[in-house]
């Protein structure tokens, strides 16, 4: 069963949050007293837990839950003066606006809404667990870095699926189009992907959904993936960027 808890000894703020959320996803809402031990879920079950600044999603074997530590670590090495392979593919001036068809846990959108000003990035999410989680971090949570507080606040959260959001978009309507599909091999060591993966959706970007988004761009659009992956092979692209050491690649299509 997947169901809406909260944390032990839950504020009426946090029980009102929870049983909205049930609400909204359709699931049950079950007081934390009568559910002590969330750990006994079995296998392919899950529960949403509604703590007091967070949104955690707990299994047998899991937790998953907003953290922008990634994007910390990223924006330190730029500070320090190394390049960071996607914010060079980007070009940004500022006031860009960015779709972002596969936010994930939004690493890449703080990162992109840093570099913005009067620009925004609107990121899509398909799968519902994720998008829960992180609509709810980018809302609520508090870093003690006041650029990633200010880059969240730039980032609007959609539950979508990117295939047919982009068909239903009106010709050149963001400045740049952002696409991270899940690597076809993925980078298991260290990786703050790890915990998202039960979760994700592992769609293909066929040549359509690139056509779509070439369609839906003023500038162009970047595509990421791992350099063993199948997408550069068929997808041509005008410039790459990224490190052989990492094997993460960004390919950049210029808007012609
Ligand atoms: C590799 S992750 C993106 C990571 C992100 N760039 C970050 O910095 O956190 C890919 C995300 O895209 C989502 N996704 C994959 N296919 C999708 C689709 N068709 N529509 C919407 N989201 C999709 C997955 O669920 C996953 O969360």
Avoid at 67 to 91: C, F, T, W, Y
Avoid at 124 to 131: D, K, L, N, R
Avoid at 167 to 176: F, G, L, M, T, V
Wanted: hydrophobic share 40%; proline share 4%; net charge neutral.
């Amino acid at each position: 069963m997947i169901f809406v808890t909260t944390s032990h000894d839950p504020t009426e703020l946090q029980i009102k949050k929870a049983k909205k959320l049930a609400d909204e996803l359709g699931i049950p809402y079950l007081a934390r007293k009568d559910h002590p031990n969330i750990s006994e879920t079995i296998e392919g079950e899950y529960c949403y837990v509604v703590e007091k600044s967070r949104i955690v999603i707990k299994s047998n074997n899991l937790e998953f839950f907003f953290h922008p530590s990634m994007a910390k670590v990223r924006m330190r090495n730029i500070q320090k003066g190394l390049k960071d392979h996607l914010i060079e593919s980007l070009q940004l001036t500022g006031s860009e606006t960015i779709l972002d068809t596969t936010l994930g846990l939004g690493t890449e959108a703080i990162l992109m809404a840093a570099f913005l000003d009067s620009g925004k990035v609107i990121g899509i999410e398909g799968s519902t667990p994720i998008f829960v989680v992180v609509r709810d971090g980018l809302e609520n949570h508090m870093a003690k870095e006041n650029w990633i507080n200010t880059a969240m606040k730039k980032i609007q959260i959609l539950h979508a699926d990117f295939k047919q959001f982009l068909r239903s978009c009106p010709e050149e309507s963001y400045d740049i189009v952002y696409c991270d599909p899940m690597f076809e091999n993925p980078v298991f060591e260290s990786s703050s992907m790890n915990p998202l993966r039960p979760f994700a959706i592992y769609d293909t970007v066929n040549t359509d959904d690139v056509d779509q988004m070439l369609r839906v761009a003023k500038k162009k659009i970047v595509l990421k993936a791992h350099a063993k992956d199948s997408l550069f092979r068929r997808i041509p692209v005008d410039r790459i960027f990224g490190s052989r050491r990492s094997q993460v690649l960004y390919g950049v299509i210029e808007k012609r």
